[in-house]
C-alpha cells in the first residue's frame, strides 16, 4: 500500500507540473480590437473618391442634366454602387428612385421627370430619429457645340463623397457598430434649375420632417479657392449656426479632435452678398426649422464652365473634407441627446 499510494502521489505530482509548465509556455491568444470611427473614416480615401469620379463626371454622363440621359446613367450609377454595397433603400427593394413627376418641374421649357436616389441605414436605437445627408446629383448639361459641362467638382465631389461616406458607415454596420441614429443619403436632382430635387423632399419627404435631426449637404468639396492658394487646409461652413447652437458647437468639437481643417465662415455671414446660404439643397430643410450644415469650397474660374474636370480634383483634401462629415455624421448619430433648432424664437 506503501509503494502504491508513493507511485499515485508521484504520478499526480508530475501530471500537475506538466500542466503548469504548459500554462507557462503556452501563447495567449491574440486580442483583436474592434475597429473605431477612426478606422472607418479613413477607408474613405483619395484612390476611391478619384475613382468614382473620373467615371461620374465623365463625358459619358453628358453633364447630367436633369431629366436627360446623363442625368439618368447617373442616377443608375448610384442606385447600383447602394445595391452593391448592401445598404437598402427606404422606399422598396431595389427600388432606390424617388420620382418626380415632369409637372413639378415647370420653369423649365421642356420639363422631364426625373428622380432622387435615396439610401438609407436603420438605426440601432432611436431608428425614428433620422439624419440626412445631401448632395445633388445633376449639373447643367452641353451646350449648343456639344462641349461638355462634367460638373466634376459641382457637385460630383459631394455626390462621390457621399457614397463613400455610407459605404464607411455600412462597414460599421457589418462590424456591429451601426449608427444609433438611421441616416438616410439623399441625392438630389434639379438643383442647378431651382433647388428643385431638395423641395420635392422636404414636401414628400420619406421620414416625417419633425423625426429630422439635421441635414448635412456638400456641394463643392473637391477645390480650393484662390483666396486660400496659401491655406489649403480648409473647408467652408455655412448654416451650422443660424438654427442649432448645439449643431455647431458639435461640429467644430469633432473637427478638432479628429479632422483639424481651418473651418471658415466667411460665406456664413447674412450679409454675404453671394447669398449661398440660399443656394443649395439646404436651404429647403432651413426653411422646416430643421438645422443645417453647408459644406462648401467656394468658386473657382471653371465653376460652370466645361473645364470643371476631374483631373483637377484636389482628391486628397477632398477625403479629408469627406472624413469631416462622416466624423460629424458619426457624432450626431450615436450621442445621447438629440440635435435640436436651439436657436428658434
Known amino acids: 500500500m506503501k509503494y502504491l499510494l508513493v507511485s499515485i502521489i508521484t504520478v499526480v505530482a508530475v501530471a500537475c507540473n506538466s ?14 480590437s474592434s475597429p473605431s470611427r477612426v478606422d472607418y473614416a479613413n477607408t474613405i480615401t483619395a484612390d476611391e473618391l478619384k475613382t468614382h469620379l473620373y467615371i461620374f463626371a465623365g463625358d459619358a454622363m453628358e453633364g447630367r442634366m436633369t431629366g436627360q440621359k446623363g442625368q ?12 452593391d454595397q448592401g445598404i437598402p433603400s427606404p422606399i422598396e427593394d431595389k427600388n432606390y428612385y424617388q420620382a418626380i413627376p415632369a409637372e413639378y418641374f415647370g420653369r423649365m ?7 432622387n436616389v435615396v439610401a438609407y441605414i436603420k438605426g440601432s436605437e432611436k431608428p ?28 460630383g465631389s459631394g455626390t462621390v463623397s457621399m457614397l463613400e461616406i455610407a459605404a464607411a458607415f455600412q462597414q460599421a454596420v457589418e462590424d456591429g457598430n451601426g449608427p444609433k441614429r438611421s441616416i438616410l443619403f ?8 431651382g433647388l428643385y430635387g431638395s423641395k420635392y ?10 423625426n429630422t435631426v439635421c441635414n448635412l449637404n456638400t456641394d463643392m468639396i473637391g477645390r480650393i479657392d484662390p483666396d486660400k492658394a496659401d491655406n489649403p ?12 447652437q448645439e449643431l455647431h458647437d458639435v461640429s467644430e468639437a469633432v473637427n478638432e479632435k479628429y479632422i483639424q481643417l481651418e473651418l471658415d465662415y466667411k460665406f456664413n455671414d447674412d450679409n454675404d452678398p453671394n447669398r449661398f446660404y440660399y443656394r443649395s439643397d439646404h436651404y429647403n430643410f432651413a426653411k422646416k426649422n430643421i438645422p443645417v450644415i453647408f459644406y462648401f469650397n467656394g468658386t473657382h474660374a471653371d465653376y460652370h464652365q466645361p473645364t470643371d474636370t476631374p483631373d483637377k480634383i484636389e482628391y486628397e483634401l ?21 440635435i435640436t433648432a436651439d436657436k428658434l424664437k
Open 19 to 32: 500542466t503548469h509548465n504548459s500554462a507557462q509556455n503556452s501563447v495567449p491568444p491574440t486580442t483583436v
Open 128 to 155: 425614428e430619429e433620422v439624419i440626412v445627408l445631401s448632395a445633388h446629383y445633376d449639373h447643367v448639361g452641353t451646350d449648343k457645340d456639344g462641349n461638355v459641362y462634367n460638373g466634376a467638382d459641382d457637385d
Open 186 to 193: 439623399l441625392h438630389v436632382t434639379g438643383e442647378e434649375i
Open 318 to 338: 477632398m477625403a479629408k473634407r469627406a472624413q469631416l462629415i462622416f466624423q460629424t455624421t458619426w457624432e450626431i448619430a450615436n450621442r445621447e441627446g438629440r
Open 201 to 210: 423632399y422636404t414636401e414628400n419627404p420619406l421620414f416625417p420632417l419633425e
Open 233 to 244: 487646409n480648409y473647408v467652408y461652413l455655412i448654416g451650422s449656426d443660424k438654427l442649432s
Open 72 to 83: 439618368k446613367l447617373a442616377a443608375e450609377y448610384l442606385r447600383n454602387f447602394y445595391m
Open 109 to 115: 421649357k421642356d420639363p422631364k421627370g426625373s428622380e
